[in-house]
């Protein structure tokens, strides 16, 4: 289809620019043609055949399918610059992400306020633009952006477009630093690097974490190279770059952070945890290797909750980051060893907690470590270690972090079998006790009431070791009813106290019961065999 305009007498072929300022002086707004297109507007949606003509075409066919949405719809041009694809695109958007330089060229030109528009994604032209890799595009938009700062909006992903860029160029065509997405990127950082105030105004997610996770492509070095600022941001946890480089376990992201602020290896998150927490809290060695020179005594680097690294790797049950610390801080090692919590919690104790049992056996080997210093919320470590043993008897859900009211459920079941057990061999021994082997002297012996045994060297064994099952079982059962009522931890405690001395009372009786079988069974029969009584089981 030609158009023309006549000039001077003579015609000459329209361009679309002066075709579509023509068609902006037919089609004006009026009382017919203005009214607010709703969401519910059928009008609302994008014409397919403009869409596919705006994908597709150049100018000449996206004006002519204007012209034809503009006679058939009766709209005026700004309502049509106003509809959108089902995506929320408008035709801006789907001239960028289609890499129609001449259309964007031309919307821009006549409808400037559309590089705003945002779709249902909260994409900008922008930022599809640049994910779909157009550079021409990319440029256009970025030189139109005037004070709308657009270049550091944030999407629904939380993305900017340069953290976009560095998302694409992580792909092995930008390796060799070369292609539309490397230059993409570097178009991004100069025109943010031109603004003083870029670090404020970036949005979402910081680019500089998106380059974290490459280290080949130098990625990460361009972006601390043109925009340094970014290296003292701070994510929504407080940690700065460097704790998100220990995070990830990157040893070459930490070195080149390292390299440009070495002061970044003494910041805090807002756990007060410093990079050097993080990469023990993975267990990364090399990143801790790192790390480890940050400050001469590695004791006095705590977080909020007063653990140092050992405490730490010890709760993340990373028995290689614990052998490391081990050796290599021998200089501080008593103090990292013996060193409380807040809540009173050695390194060995936090991996007892968390059933670490490799951790506990590095740590309770080191000499370094003082047993006194090993008592905390009223336990001794043995205690602990003892819990432990149940814990890994008890049922499946234990081993595997159930939760704090099932677990006090099983242990008030594990008490209550134990108390009738006590209860049980109490009552035994204090009835053998009193029914004694052999009986008792009649009233005209010599020596009335006296035991017969007396002199036995067995009688005597039965005697010791039933009084020691005797008091043994009691005061497990003393123990047992303190636990029932207790907390978790106080019933973990108690229960672990009487498990020992209830095992001690069932031996004791034992023996005492071999050694009455010896005197009623095995001794010669005499006149006062007759008097035995062995009714006492």
Request: charged letters at 25%; glycine letters at 6%.
């Amino acid at each position: 289809m030609e158009h023309a305009i006549r000039i001077g007498g003579s015609e000459t072929r329209a361009t679309p620019n002066e075709r579509l300022d023509a068609m902006k002086k037919r089609n004006v707004l009026t009382p017919d043609n203005q009214q607010p297109l709703g969401d519910g507007d059928l009008n609302k949606i994008m014409d397919p055949n403009l869409y596919i003509a705006t994908k597709t075409g150049d100018a000449d066919k996206f004006i002519d399918a204007l012209e034809v949405v503009s006679e058939s719809r009766k709209l005026a041009l700004s309502l049509i610059f106003d509809q959108v694809n089902p995506s929320g695109n408008s035709l801006l958007h789907v001239a960028a992400s289609s890499g129609r330089d001449n259309v964007m060229e031309l919307i821009l030109i006549h409808f400037p306020y559309l590089v705003t528009r945002k779709n249902s994604s909260d994409d900008t032209p922008l930022h599809v633009a640049v994910q779909d890799g157009r550079l021409h595009a990319t440029r256009k938009l970025i030189s139109r952006r005037r004070d709308s700062d657009i270049i550091y909006w944030k999407n629904k992903d939380s993305k900017s477009p340069l953290y976009l860029a560095v998302e694409n160029c992580k792909s092995s065509d930008c390796r060799d630093r070369k292609g539309a997405g490397w230059e993409i990127l570097q178009l991004l950082l100069e025109a943010s690097a031109g603004d003083e105030a870029y670090a404020v105004k970036i949005q979402g997610m910081w680019p500089v974490l998106a380059g974290l996770e490459e280290e080949k492509s130098g990625i990460l070095q361009e972006i601390v190279d043109q925009l340094p600022k970014l290296l003292h941001v701070r994510d929504e946890n407080g940690g700065t770059p460097l704790h998100s480089a220990a995070s990830i376990g990157n040893v070459g992201a930490v070195e080149l952070l390292l390299g440009k602020c070495s002061y970044l290896a003494l910041q805090t998150d807002k756990n007060g945890s410093y990079p050097i927490h993080i990469a023990c809290e993975g267990g990364n060695v090399d990143i801790i290797r790192k790390l480890e020179d940050m400050w001469p005594d590695l004791a006095e680097i705590k977080n909020k909750k007063g653990q140092n690294i050992l405490h730490v790797a010890a709760k993340g049950g990373h028995d290689n980051a614990v052998q490391y610390i081990l050796k290599k801080c021998k200089p501080v090692i008593e103090k990292l060893v013996n060193s409380k919590d807040v809540d009173g919690n050695t390194p060995l104790h936090l991996a007892s907690m968390h059933d670490h049992w490799e951790v506990l056996l590095y740590l309770t080997m080191n000499k370094e470590s003082s047993y006194p210093a090993l008592i905390g919320s009223g336990h001794l470590i043995a205690d602990v270690l003892r819990s432990k043993v149940r814990d890994v008897q008890s049922p499946r859900e234990q081993s595997s972090g159930a939760s704090e009211s099932s677990r006090m459920e099983w242990i008030k079941k594990e008490i209550n079998t134990r108390l009738v057990v006590a209860t049980l061999v109490a009552s035994v021994t204090f009835t053998a006790g009193i029914t004694l082997p052999g009986g008792y002297n009649a009233p005209g012996d010599p020596h009335p009431g006296m035991a017969t045994m007396l002199h036995n060297r067995v009688f005597e064994v039965f005697i010791i070791f039933n009084a020691l099952a005797t008091y043994s079982s009691i005061l497990s059962v003393v123990i047992l009813l303190w636990a029932h009522n207790a907390n978790l931890r106080k019933a973990e405690e108690h229960n672990g106290l009487a498990g020992p001395l209830l095992s001690g009372a069932v031996n004791h009786m034992t023996v005492a019961f071999s050694a009455a079988l010896i005197l009623a069974v095995l001794l010669p029969k005499s006149s006062k065999r007759s008097a035995f009584d062995l009714d006492f089981y």
